[in-house]
């Protein structure tokens, strides 16, 4: 079966320090993979998707950015951060042509 | 572009009782998908029920079944036999390309 990983679980950083968070899949090959943002009270923002390995495409403009480097391997970084990029983060994938989503277990950041 | 609206922001229930939940969306599509996902206090998203548009007959599974009026573009997620367990967030989604948006939520309590 298909599961979903990201860590950390949890992040505190300073404002201007850098940023990076990972999310696997393991047991499907060539998922398509998205990084979500939940901020406080509200829904979730699709930030990022992925369609294949060094393919990245961006929802919203923004501080921070994504790589694939590897089919099942996606990351969402961030050269310095801002006080607005505290949130819960989510990433997900789904199967070539399928609708659903299945969502990884999230990262808490908090900027400082 | 599509929309998607829950104004119940709160909602509780007695344990055992049933409970519906309503969303309703904005979509000049006349074939897509819709979904009601789970969010527990662990935070992760878990997906609950699908219904995809073209099929007339409402989803059901287990004690979560959906209300799908799609000419009044509506799609309400009941809960039968409500469980502690069932206490959590619960956000409607749409399925656009390429991602998911969501409702902001409904925070369900279940009173023993």
């Known amino acids: 079966s298909q599961t979903i990983h990201q860590w950390p679980a949890t992040l505190v950083q300073p404002v201007g320090s850098p940023l990076s968070l990972e999310c696997t899949v393991e047991?499907?090959?060539?998922?398509?993979l998205y990084w979500y943002r939940q901020a406080a009270g509200r829904g979730l923002q699709l930030l990022f998707y992925?369609?294949?390995?060094?393919?990245i495409s961006s929802e919203v403009p923004q501080n921070l950015s994504a790589s694939r480097p590897q089919d099942r391997q996606f990351i969402l970084s961030s050269k310095k951060l801002l006080l607005s990029d505290s949130g819960f983060y989510l990433c997900?994938?789904?199967?070539?042509?399928?609708?659903?989503?299945?969502f990884g277990p999230g990262t808490r950041l908090t900027v400082l | 572009a599509q929309t998607v609206t829950q104004s119940q922001p709160e909602m509780s229930v007695q344990e055992a009782e049933t409970v519906t939940l309503s969303c309703t969306y904005d979509?000049?599509?006349?074939?897509?998908?819709l979904f009601w996902y789970k969010q527990p206090p662990s935070r992760q998203m878990i997906l609950v029920i699908r219904?995809?548009?073209?099929?007339?007959q409402n989803a059901t599974e287990n004690r979560f079944s959906v209300n799908f009026q799609k000419a009044a573009k509506s799609f309400s997620l009941k809960i039968s036999d409500s469980q502690l367990g069932d206490a959590a967030m619960y956000f409607c989604?749409?399925?656009?390309?390429?991602?998911?948006?969501f409702g902001k939520g409904t925070k369900l309590s279940v009173k023993p």
């Open positions: 997900a994938w789904s199967g070539v042509g399928d609708n659903e989503q299945f």
């Open positions: 219904q995809e548009a073209y099929k007339q």
């Open positions: 047991g499907t090959s060539n998922p398509n």
């Open positions: 992925s369609v294949g390995i060094g393919q």
């Open positions: 979509t000049s599509e006349s074939d897509y998908y």
């Open positions: 989604a749409y399925r656009t390309a390429p991602g998911l948006i």
